[in-house]
């Protein structure tokens, strides 16, 4: 009877903390299948957002898992964005993995662009501590951390603020970014936005 009672105590235990079946490798064509009303802002070579006014990201390049880790923040609200956070409210883990399927497949990468605002030789001595995560030239090592390489300049100084100043809470990010003044910014998305990199995806690619 006891020996009975332990064999089903142990089945059920195993059956709770079994993981769960993981989601399939991302899908690319149904990813652009999912990515049409992504294109009106994303597919568009240098959209703007309306306010605050930056360029939406390149998603072109970026890594997979960041893709998803992005839209998961933007589900849970970790990311303050309205239209992203209604965009990704409906999408289920597999459907955030075709998606990032689809935007980081594609052509190679893209030359850097023209900085304006920032100084991208002094951001080149300010990265030091970036590099760990994002790479030397702002190409991650790492599949859950961000391709930075290429990315629109006003952009990246929008969301290391949103760091610094906690409308995103990424604590790693967080702390990175606490003691940066408006021109380290500047000067850091500067650099990254010079290096070959992201690109803009679009149906034509």
Partial sequence: MHRTTGVLLAALLLLIF????????????????LAEPCMGCHGIPGYR??????RVPKLGGQHEDYLVIALQG???????H?????????LSEQ???DLAAYFASGPQPAAGEPVKT???AAGAEKVAVCTACHGTNGVSPAPNWPVLAG????YLVHAITAYRDGGRKDPVMMGQAVNLSDQDI????????AQEGLYTVSYAD
């Fill in 82 to 90: 309205p239209t992203m956070q209604a965009q990704a409210a409906t």
């Fill in 151 to 154: 990315q629109h300049e006003d």
């Fill in 186 to 193: 500047a000067d850091i998305a500067a650099f990254y936005a």
């Fill in 18 to 33: 079994l993981p769960g079946p993981l989601p399939a490798a991302g899908d690319p064509e149904h990813g652009q299948v």
């Fill in 118 to 120: 920032g100084r991208a």
């Fill in 95 to 97: 459907d955030m993995r």
């Fill in 49 to 54: 957002n309306v306010y605050p006014s930056f």
């Fill in 74 to 80: 933007y589900q849970s609200k970790m990311r303050s």
